[in-house]
């Protein structure tokens, strides 16, 4: 089918609806970075004419959005997870109770607590952010590897990915639980201390995720090693292979950024 830019156009505002229409009922500055970054990776999926540089306009709000899963949801609870704001102390222990139960019963209907994207007890809405970034951070930049072609530039452009991939992990798995402002160190460490297991936002991948990355590296030795010796009369096929396999990523990471507005 011919696809006109018009076409384009609905789909994009179609895909944003959600977004636009949760920013305008319950408007809030902390879910501004988050909003922005997802109709970002929104247009970027559905745009007319976009290029492979377009994903850090998404990925870059999309990073700052990250604070807010840092921060204590007592005193910044977010609209963007909350249906609303009550600061009312036996609201939140209801809240709490009834998370825990919700977490067991989670655990123990769900293969074993085993999911098929995410580690168990990944189902809380802040760790799946933390993994939906994880992602299309991945995605987003392996997807402008191709964009330095050359032979000599592979094992530069590559390690920079591989060092940037492996910082990345290890500041997520550092992130703390909950942040307020207002307490100073020997405050937040009581506060950490008290906080119940279920209430820590841990990261850690999964091996679906783990062996996604890892098929980024099978690309690119497909790219260096194989192309060149059995298919030289395509040479337009490690591109196919870069294009397809990083737009599974993004994808599942707008689908999982939409899920958090359910």
Partial sequence: PQVEPKHTVILTLLAMSPVLVRTWIRPDPRTFARSTGVCALVAFLFGWHVHEKAILVATLPLA????????????????????????????????DEKTKSSLKSTKTTTNGGKGWLFPAGRTRRKELEIHAFWLVNIAGNASLLPLIHTPFEVPIKFGLFVAHTLVLHVMLQGMPSSWNSSMNEKQQQQQQQREAPSKSVKFSLSWVEFFYALGLVGVQLFQSAIHPIFFAHLPFLPLLLWSTYCAFGIVTAAVLYLRLLQ
């Fill in 64 to 95: 700052l959005s990250l604070i807010d899963v840092v921060v204590d949801d007592d005193d910044h609870g977010s609209g963007f997870y909350n249906d609303n704001n009550n600061n009312n102390n036996s609201n939140n222990d209801d809240n």
